[in-house]
């Protein structure tokens, strides 16, 4: 299973970075939440502390607008995941950039969608 940390984590049920956190539980994938609010999602604290390390990433997945990215640059790069999912309206080419210049390869894709056709 893939490790996947889901970066604008939110305990808001309506929102989709929410339904990612629980289907890739449901999926069987080991999830860390990371946001800018604190409080709990799956049942897992959401990190807002970007100083926290989390070790053995696979994937980040993004829930976070490109206009709000530059503040989460260093700590996505820093966890050297695999891979980024630039799920739908969070596509960036400055951190894709970023992301190839550091050998992570980026997908423009929809994790839940990922997750239902089994491609993840």
Not at 90 to 118: G, Q, R
Request: hydrophobic letters at 35%; glycine letters at 6%.
């Amino acid at each position: 299973m893939k490790k996947t940390v889901v970066v604008g984590a939110t305990d808001n049920p309506s929102r989709y970075a929410y339904k990612a956190v629980h289907r890739l539980q449901q999926h069987g994938h080991e999830v860390v939440p990371v946001g800018i609010k604190k409080s709990e999602v799956g049942g897992k604290k959401i990190i807002t502390d970007l100083e926290e390390p989390v070790k053995d990433v696979d994937t980040v997945t993004l829930y976070v607008g490109p206009q709000n990215q530059p503040y989460w640059y260093d700590y996505i790069l820093s966890l050297k995941p695999k891979r980024i999912i630039f799920n739908p309206g969070t596509e960036n080419y400055e951190l894709e950039k970023m992301a190839a210049d550091a050998d992570i390869e980026t997908l423009h894709h929809c994790t839940l969608v990922m997750l239902a056709t089994d491609s993840y």
